[in-house]
């Protein structure tokens, strides 16, 4: 099964700033890449985004159900919103043949670790429209290290960028990535 997490940030989830990097046609295109019997596990903080992913490739979504409109509010203390967004993390992470991902969430970096760091990874992102500065920090081009037991640790960044770039060629060494 291929994984999906399409993360809108649209409110009342997040400001919706973010969104405008996302590449909504480019996770559309990667799923026709498939053929009509292919099943996706969908993953998403918007109930719309299942709706309409329902309609546009009838049986073929699959998604664990919610009794709320939003999903993975990480602003909420909902335990029901909690717990749910722990079934869909967890179900996306057993996807081990590809994962369709938004691009600087943990919750799917997170599947991808949870999932062994095996499956190959795809995220449609409009780069143009990512700012530079975010970029840096996330791939943490400015070196930035935080403190921990008085020793200057280097800042993870988003570790998916390791299948991205390296495929086999890496180690993952105290939540960092080592080209090999």
Request: charged fraction near 20%; aromatic fraction near 16%.
């Amino acid at each position: 099964m291929v994984g999906v997490h399409v993360r809108t940030n649209f409110p009342p989830v997040d400001d919706g700033s973010r969104s405008v990097w996302m590449d909504f046609p480019g996770f559309e295109n990667e799923i026709e890449k498939y053929p009509s019997t292919q099943k996706f596990f969908l993953a998403t903080d918007h109930e719309p985004i299942v709706t309409h992913y329902n309609a546009k490739y009838p049986g073929q979504i699959i998604t664990f159900p919610k009794n709320d409109i939003v999903r993975h509010d990480n602003h909420s203390d909902n335990i029901d919103q909690t717990i749910t967004a722990f079934i869909d993390m967890y179900l996306l992470s057993q996807c081990y043949k590809k994962l369709i991902l938004t691009w600087a969430t943990s919750f799917s970096e997170c599947s991808w670790w949870f999932g062994g760091c095996r499956a190959e990874v795809v995220m449609p992102t409009l780069w143009d429209k990512v700012p530079e500065d975010f970029f840096n920090i996330i791939y943490n081009k400015k070196g930035l290290t935080y403190n921990l037991g008085g020793k200057p640790v280097f800042a993870e960044g988003c570790r998916t960028y390791a299948p991205l770039n390296m495929r086999d060629n890496y180690t993952i060494k105290n939540w960092m990535v080592h080209h090999e």
